[in-house]
Structure formats: structure tokens, C-alpha cells
């Protein structure tokens, strides 16, 4: 059994504030590195429990090393820094695939942090009419190789994100649930732990029930920006009204959803 897990960090136990997500902010950035690392070896651990043979995790949040070397599981193999190669190595041959430390797609009202690609821009995404966001992307690449995307961990809009879109099949574990942008009733990180290994066990036991997520090619691409980047601080009213421009093109393959 092999298992691609698939990262980011705003869906990560413990984080809720855009100042917790990258260096700016150098302490809360270290120990929101640290907290990716306690949900990563999680998923790690049951999947080892759920019978897997080999674990890659990728480095998936925006800045190009997230990781903290010294805590990496043992047991696992991760992909990390500037310039991942096409199809992010799933050609090597992998069964399933997993997404730890989700956030939902841009503009979903109870999503904490929530965005898709980036929260500067406004960024929103159609493939086929349909608006994903990084969960949804992220399963695409996954289908592309005909791997189903069986866990998905996040906050709550994160989690029912993914149901809605790959249905019961996958399974979910929510560490968060989300008031505002930057506001959540959170779970301790000790708790999620135990969760996201229990779920990341019963994920593997039932994976083969779950389909690859997979669009009609070529697929019909559209993406809505922001015409000048807006401040963290601008609120949803002021980013609504603010120009917008819009980008469409084809993607022959899900592997092109970034690049159209």
C-alpha cells in the first residue's frame, strides 16, 4: 500500500491567524511549523497501522520548507522546496492519496483562513463551471494518476468541502471550526492527533471503495483575481468591490489546472 499525503498549513491544528502562516512573524511561523509536524507523523502513524508499504508526504504551503527536519517520522519519505516536478513524482506509482492541514475554498463564510491559491488576490478557480479550491486542485492531480483522495483533515468548511466533493468515501477529521476568517473554536492539538491517526488507519482499510476525482477533458478553465492585490486587512465588503479580472483558457489534462 502506498500513500501520497498532499500539505498546507492553515488547516493545521492550532492555527488560525495569517500571522501564524508564514516567517513575518517569526515565533508563531516556528511553532506552527512544529504543530504541521505533530498532524503530519499522525496521518504518518496510521497509515503505518493501516497497512502502508511506502509514504511520501509533500511540503505543500506556500513558503518552499515548512518541515522541521528533526521532527520527520522515520517511516515516511517528503518532498520539499522550490520547483516540484511535474505531477509532483505520483508517476512512480502510488495507491491513494491524502490532504492534511486543509482550508476551504476562497469566500466560504464559516472556512478559517480560507482562500484558494492566494488570500491576497481574491483568487477563484472554475474547471467545467464548477469553483474548486486547493482541495479540490489537489484531488485533481491525484485523479490525473487514478489515485482516489481518501482523508482530508482541516477545519470543519474544509472538511465538508471534501465530502461534498468526493463524497463519504473519503473520510474527514476536523481539528477546528471556524467563526470568522480568523476565528475558530479549536480542538488541543493532542486531541486532533489521536483523531487524524485513527482516521488515517480506517481511511486505508476502506480505500478502495473511493474514485479517483475526475473532470471531462479538456476542461473549460477560469480564474478571477484581484487587478491590484488588497492589504490582510481588507475586509470582505471592500475585497467584493474591489476590480476583478479574469483569465479563462483549456486544460487538455488535470495536470495543466495550474498552467492554463
Known sequence: MRVYIVTDLEGVSGVTLWSQT????????????????????????????GGATRITVLDGHGWPFNFVPELMHPAAEYLVGRGFPRGWGLDEGYDCGMQVGC????????????????????????????ELGEIGQTALVFGHFGLPCVLVTGDHAACREAQELFGKQCLTEAVKYGYGRQCCRMLAPAKTQQLIRQAARAALVGWTQAKPFKLDLPIRARVETLAVELPETATAEEIAAAPHQVHEGLCETQLDIYSF
Open 103 to 130: 482550508h476551504a475554498r476562497n469566500r466560504t463564510p464559516d472556512g478559517v483562513l480560507y482562500h484558494t491559491q492566494s488570500h491576497l488576490s481574491d483568487a477563484r478557480y472554475w474547471y467545467n463551471d464548477v
Open 22 to 49: 508564514g516567517p513575518t512573524d517569526a515565533a508563531a511561523y516556528e511553532a506552527s511549523r512544529r504543530l504541521l509536524m505533530g498532524d503530519v507523523n499522525a496521518c504518518v502513524e496510521g497509515c503505518l497501522a
